[in-house]
């Protein structure tokens, strides 16, 4: 059977009421409304061709008008009223818009196929040009080059080059940041608590539980937060490859 014209609808439970906040260490999504219209224009306009590099489809086509956009944010609201999609606005929490996060249908942005009806729902997002720089988009799984790239160079140099960095990593299941503390501004760190191999990094204590479950604590200083947030992807990716 041909799928391509069809949408698998999102199933919800029933009285399901969608969050319209969530949260996450300095990150708040909220239902996207018409009220983001003015911040939704400039980061869309400041970033066409990102948006269309890290999360494909057929938009933006390219800058994107105050008239047209305030037409899609009303129907992103109907369809989070209605229970067909939701659609998030995506601030830091001071305020800073960096981009937005979608859940579709499947059959909404890419052809439904037979392999797809497997799964629920088509997650995908985007960040601003300024929000990317800062590691954001790297929260979500994927980018070990992006990993590398934003550990400093006395860091790279520890890992024994990005062969000894995709070594180390490449046995890694998970990572968890225990508690960072921060000493100044984009810099956090956190007191020793196991084994004192810094492998990889000028990062916050990472936690990491390898394949065979052992578990060790690699200490030091992170420069950004994105840092440590890139080597939590770099070791979903290898683990997941």
């Keep these: 059977?041909?799928?391509?014209?069809?949408?698998?609808?999102?199933?919800?439970p029933a009285g399901f009421a969608a969050p319209t906040r969530l949260?996450?260490?300095?990150?708040?999504?909220?239902?996207?409304?018409?009220?983001?219209l003015d911040d939704d224009v400039r980061g869309i306009n400041a970033g066409v061709d990102l948006i269309q590099t890290t999360r494909g489809g057929g938009w933006p086509t390219g800058p994107v008008t105050e008239e047209e956009n305030f037409v899609d944010l009303v129907w992103h609201e109907l369809e989070f009223r209605e229970g067909d999609s939701f659609s998030y606005a995506v601030y830091d929490t001071e305020s800073r818009y960096l981009g937005c996060c979608y859940l579709y249908p499947l059959g909404r942005r890419t052809q439904l196929s037979e392999q797809l009806l497997d799964f629920d729902v088509d997650v995908s997002w985007w960040v601003t040009p300024a929000a990317y720089e800062q590691g954001y988009y790297a929260l979500l799984p994927g980018r070990p080059d992006e990993a590398f790239v934003l550990l400093g160079p006395q860091a790279q140099a520890k890992s024994g080059g990005r062969a000894g960095f995709d070594g180390f990593y490449a046995g890694l299941q998970s990572v968890t940041v225990q508690a960072p503390r921060k000493i100044a501004d984009n810099t956090v760190q956190n007191a020793p608590r196991g084994l004192n191999d810094p492998v990889c990094c000028?990062?916050?204590s990472l936690h990491t539980t390898s394949r065979p479950a052992t578990a060790?604590?690699?200490t030091g200083v992170c420069r950004t937060r994105s840092a440590r947030a890139s080597a939590a992807d770099a070791i979903r990716s290898r683990s997941t490859s």
């Design 202 to 204: 000028n990062s916050s």
């Design 1 to 12: 059977m041909d799928y391509a014209n069809f949408i698998k609808k999102l199933e919800l």
């Design 216 to 218: 060790t604590v690699i």
């Design 23 to 36: 949260t996450y260490e300095d990150i708040v999504a909220r239902t996207l409304t018409r009220a983001d």
